[in-house]
């Protein structure tokens, strides 16, 4: 899947600091487990299309939110 | 000889049709999915009010959580169209980012756009609201704004490209029903042409009555009959309520005097003499 740096560094997953030497958000998914899953995705408060998650490349102290379908009023 | 009664209950009363940005809907109910028993009780609710379009939400999803799969088939079985709503947000731009992932991930292009100002209330960020319901109709979106009274507000975002508003009738899940009904008198007068749905604040079919027979085209619930003792009776409750408030609406209200006029006619009324000087 997604490309790996060498380097292990700290991002933040749905508000948890997390751990990861995953170079892409494609990968960062798959690492954590969110293949069989439909979710939507969001860097540092800016939303990424499932398209370009491949391409979207992450740095330390990046800020993911992955969420799913609930229920809502 | 047999009356003919009035079908409160059946699937064709014979209203007009509501329209919300093209789309044609029998039911005058929106339907929130969040806070029953339990999900089948939830589906069976929907099934009893013979709603057409519940709202629906994002939330965080844990590693390998497959809470939102079971929840999207769910939805997906009841055959109904879906609102994605942007509960919870603070800020125009938390709200715009969520309408975006919503979109994705129901396929949907309609969305509740709320922005909260207030943690005791939940009352819409008006400003907020208006700059993101611009951004997000300029990307294509939808919006159903979570709006007040507010006429200003309300023309602000009209012109942002909102076909449709959503004012409060009350705070969200107070059942407190219309606190201010004149204000919303003034609403519905003042956009006869706009689809308004009262959102949020109402508690009793009495309250859903009184929103249609005001003119307004639909309401949306959630609270009142999730939280009911038996949330499928009451669906079915404030499903025979709007049809009540919304036949009354287009069948003409009188409208209420300040001195008493009899209803029985006056003439030949017996033992009653005009000229009581004989």
Redesign the interface.
């Known amino acids: 899947m997604g490309q790996r740096t060498q380097q292990v560094f700290k991002i933040v ?3 948890m600091v997390t751990e990861t030497n995953a170079h892409t958000l494609q990968a960062l998914l798959d690492e ?3 293949g ?7 860097r540092n ?3 990424v ?2 398209r370009v998650r491949e391409e979207t490349t992450l740095k330390p102290g990046d800020s993911i ?9 | 000889m047999t009356l003919r009664q009035p079908d409160l209950t059946g699937s064709k009363p014979g209203l007009k049709p509501l329209t919300l940005y093209g789309v044609e809907l029998t039911s005058r109910m929106l339907l ?5 028993p339990s999900p089948q009780i ?1 589906t069976d609710a929907v099934a009893a009010a013979q709603c057409e379009l519940v ?7 844990q ?7 079971r ?2 088939e769910l ?1 997906t079985d009841l055959g109904v169209r879906v609102l ?2 942007t ?1 919870g947000c603070r800020t125009a ?2 709200a715009i ?2 309408a ?3 979109r ?3 396929a949907c292009d309609w969305i509740k756009l709320e922005v909260i100002a207030n943690d005791d209330t939940l009352q819409p960020d008006l400003f907020g609201l208006v700059e993101a319901a611009n951004i997000l109709a300029r990307d294509g979106f939808k919006v159903f704004p979570y709006t007040t009274e507010d006429l200003g507000a309300a023309e602000r975002l009209v012109a942002a490209g909102c076909e449709v508003l959503m004012p409060w009738g009350a705070p ?1 899940g107070t059942g407190q029903g219309l606190n201010n009904r004149a204000a919303l008198k003034s609403m519905r007068a003042y956009f006869p042409d706009t689809p308004l749905v009262i959102d949020a604040g109402i508690g009793a079919p009495s309250h859903a009555a009184a929103a249609m027979e005001l003119g307004f085209d639909a309401v949306l619930l ?2 009142a009959i999730a939280r009911a003792g038996d949330p499928i009776a009451m669906a079915q409750a404030f499903a025979g309520a709007i049809r009540a408030g919304r036949a009354a609406y287009e069948s003409g209200l009188m409208t209420p005097r300040d001195v008493a006029a009899p209803s029985t006619p006056v003439a030949g009324t017996p033992f009653f003499d005009l000229d009581s000087s004989s």
């Open positions: 997953i749905n508000g954590h487990g969110y069989g899953t439909r979710v939507a995705t969001a408060g800016t939303f299309p499932s939110e992955v969420v799913s379908a609930r229920q809502g009023g | 929130g999915t969040a806070r029953y939830m709202t629906v939400s994002l939330r965080r999803e590693a390998r959580g497959q809470v939102g799969n929840f999207l939805i994605p709503n509960a731009n938390e980012t969520t975006q992932m919503a994705e991930l129901f969200i959630n609270t």
